[in-house]
Each structure stands twice: as structure tokens, then as C-alpha cells.
């Protein structure tokens, strides 16, 4: 009997899901791994195998001298690539590819994440769920990469998480859904770091406004002082871009 074939909508399934897990979480034995073999008729060996093979295709790793399953590279790199080029499309894509799978529609899905939209219609609407969806799941990744910490005061809770755009969404359409354009905040230091009253250097250090320098309070002190030049907690994949850090320095960063 000869194998069946992967089709695009599987792969981008695959990868879709590949940016949603932590590298050690690629095994066959992973709920979220058999609930996509099951939606796909695939194996639990087969899409765990899928994983490694975008993780061959993640400069991360590459640099890192981890190669993955370079087996189905020819197949995976095209998705790869594309994302890249367009992410905005290729993530809502495979939000609704995987909405038709569980047999709902793609504002079911997202119904909390979208709230009332009634009073939009036709294009205005279908741009306003595309763009809420792809929120979420930039969201959802950057917690996700940061382990579900905010990597400056390690709170773990994630309702007081915030994917945090470096280079701001209105301003880099390219690169606004980018994993390397994440940092994992919380509210308060995230906020912060919107105004432009934090920023980090080449050496992912905290540097600090001189708004901020002269207001001595204690709680100024305690919530932002002491954390003058501590180190972001790196992520293990997707590491906060150098370019996009120098950008939010120059250009957000009430210096």
C-alpha cells in the first residue's frame, strides 16, 4: 500500500501547531499531537515526525547545531518560508483550516476572543475577525515561548500576561505577528514598555526613562529602580530580535 501524501492544508496544520509547542513537547504522547493526528487521520508518530521536520527549518535551531528529522525538509520549507513572507495570512489560514476540521466556524471558535461584532458587515468584518484571530494566536505563542512567564518578574499567571510588541503593531505590518517581535510582560511593565518608559539594550538589560529615574517613591523604586539592568528571561526559541529592540530604542524609548 503506498503512503499517503501530505497535503498543504495538513502541513500547514502541522506547522501551525509547531508554533504553538515548546520544543520538548513534539513526542506522540502529547494530547494536543493526538488531537491532530486525530482531525487529520495521521498517526501520533506521524505529526510528532512533522514537528521535528519544521524544527530543521527553524534558524533557531539551526544555529543552535540541533537539526531535527531533515527527512520531509523539502516539504516543510516552502510553509516555512511562507509564513514568513506573510504571516498574517498563513496564521488566519490555518485558524480556519483548523476551525472547518473541529466542524465549527472560525468566529465560534474565537467567540470570547472576538466579543460583539454586529455591528460590522461584509469586509470590514471579515478584516476585524482576522485580525482579532491572529492577536490571539501571537498572544498565545509568545506565552507559550516564554513558558508562560513574564520575563522580567517572573509572574506566572496568565491573566496578567501580555504579548508585548516590540516594534508596535501599527507600525511594522511585516513583522507584527513575528515570534521574535514578543516579549511576555505583565501588565504593569508591558505598559511601561508601550510609552516608551523601559526599553532594553544589545544585551537584553532593562534601561530605564529618566521620567522614570526621577520619580523616587518607594513603590517607583521597588516596581522599577531595582530592576534597572537586570537581564530579560530569554525565551528557548524565538529570541526577541536585536534589530527590533534597537528600533523600539531609537524610536518608542522616551530617552
Known sequence: MSRRLWTKEELILAFNLYLKLPFGKFHASNPEVINLANLTGRSNNSIAIRLSNFASCDPYHQNRGVKGLVGGLKQCQPIWDEFFHDQEKLIYLSEQILASKEKVSIEEKFKSELGNLSHLTGENRVREVSTRVNQSIFRKIVLMNYDNKCAISGIDVPDLLVASHIIPWSQNKKE???????????????????????????????????????NGSENMKLYFHK????????PK??????DFLEYHKLNIFQS
Open 176 to 214: 507584527r505577528l513575528n515570534p521574535q517581535n514578543g516579549l511576555c510582560l505583565n501588565y504593569l511593565h508591558d505598559k511601561a514598555f508601550d510609552r516608551g518608559l523601559i526599553t532594553f539594550d544589545k544585551n537584553f538589560k532593562m534601561v530605564l526613562s529618566n521620567k522614570l529615574k526621577r
Open 227 to 234: 530592576l534597572e539592568g537586570k537581564s530579560l528571561k530569554l
Open 237 to 242: 526559541r524565538f529570541i526577541p530580535n536585536e
